[in-house]
């Protein structure tokens, strides 16, 4: 039975509006729970609550699930064994429509709604090496993710919508080329982001005009044995921003860092790119080689890189940051 649970956010997601009501649901897949899917229990959460929160207990869970409402919880009882994996792909044909699904859409998890929070779970998209294939796309806006793994390999994260804001704290991210892209503004702090062979990390497509992209924070920077020679990023459109501060970049970044994507759509990016780094450390961060039209922060320029000036907006920051 559904259960009415006041206030159990506020310890997890230091939230002060302790007003709140939510309605939990349990997923389990030996049945002791309110549904055995997932999908299920997004399908009947409650319309009469602030929030919904979902539990979902130890399983692997093989669906494609898509968050259309606001306001939902996702935690899972352990993320190493708590997964939710599919295996659609760029060009794989779409059993609903008459045509292949596309990279957008091949994702195994889609998050559409304002205010859906994540954690403890690990997202995978299981085809791998064989084209573009996404595991979490992000359209929603105040999107916070914690302590959770997003796996893949080509487009393993898509950040989504224009202006968005989007929050990874404690995760593990995997995947080969252009594993972390797409347009919103996206902090990632004390992450893990692991390389799986030699390509692109990241490819933002930040649009014109908008003061933050990605920033990564007190992030560090691993690969594969095989990973050897890795970009920091290279720009999907021209105005892509991407700043690595206080990382751990790792011996197989390349000395130049960032690589411009030559596009004869677009003129040269490298003019409209911001490329960023500041107190990063590790083998890789040397900054003697990097290209010529990257940026080294000054201290002053670094500062502000907050949560408070990256996420102005409806007071999202307090959120993060427990205010």
Request: include cysteine; glycine fraction near 6%; hydrophobic fraction near 35%.
């Amino acid at each position: 039975m559904k259960k009415v649970l006041l206030f159990l956010f506020f310890i997890l997601l230091n939230n002060n509006s302790n007003a709140q009501t939510y309605c939990k649901i349990t997923v389990a897949q030996d049945g002791s729970g309110d549904e055995t899917s997932i999908s299920d229990a997004i399908t009947t959460a409650c319309v009469d609550h602030d929030w919904n929160l979902i539990y979902i207990k130890k399983g692997i869970y093989r669906e494609k699930i898509e968050i259309y409402s606001p306001h939902m919880i996702l935690i899972g009882e352990d993320k190493e064994n708590t997964i939710i994996i599919n295996d659609d792909y760029s060009g794989k044909p779409n059993p609903k429509s008459n045509r292949n699904f596309g990279t957008s859409d091949s994702y195994t998890l889609l998050v559409d709604a304002d205010d859906v929070r994540i954690e403890n779970i690990t997202i995978q998209n299981s085809w791998c090496d064989k084209g573009q294939a996404v595991a979490l796309r992000v359209k929603g806006n105040r999107f916070m993710m914690k302590n959770s793994k997003i796996l893949g390999c080509q487009d393993t994260l898509l950040t989504d919508g224009d202006g968005t804001y989007q929050y990874y704290e404690n995760c593990y991210i995997d995947g080969t080329t252009d594993f972390i892209f797409g347009p919103a503004v996206a902090v990632f702090q004390n992450c893990i982001i692991n390389s799986k062979k030699d390509s692109y990390i990241t490819a933002a497509s930040t649009p014109e005009n908008q003061e933050f992209g990605y920033v990564f924070m007190n992030c560090k920077l691993i690969a594969d044995a095989n990973a050897t020679k890795v970009f920091l990023g290279r720009p999907w459109r021209p105005y892509a921003q991407t700043v690595f501060i206080g990382c751990n970049l790792g011996s197989h970044i390349l000395p130049e860092g960032w690589n411009p994507w030559p596009d004869e759509r677009f003129g040269d990016k490298t003019k409209t790119a911001f490329y960023a780094e500041y107190n990063n450390k590790g083998k890789g961060a040397k900054t003697n080689k990097r290209v010529a039209w990257s940026h080294q922060l000054t201290k002053e320029e670094a500062a502000k890189y907050t949560l408070k000036n990256i996420f102005p907006k409806d007071d999202f920051w307090k959120t993060l940051s427990g205010k």
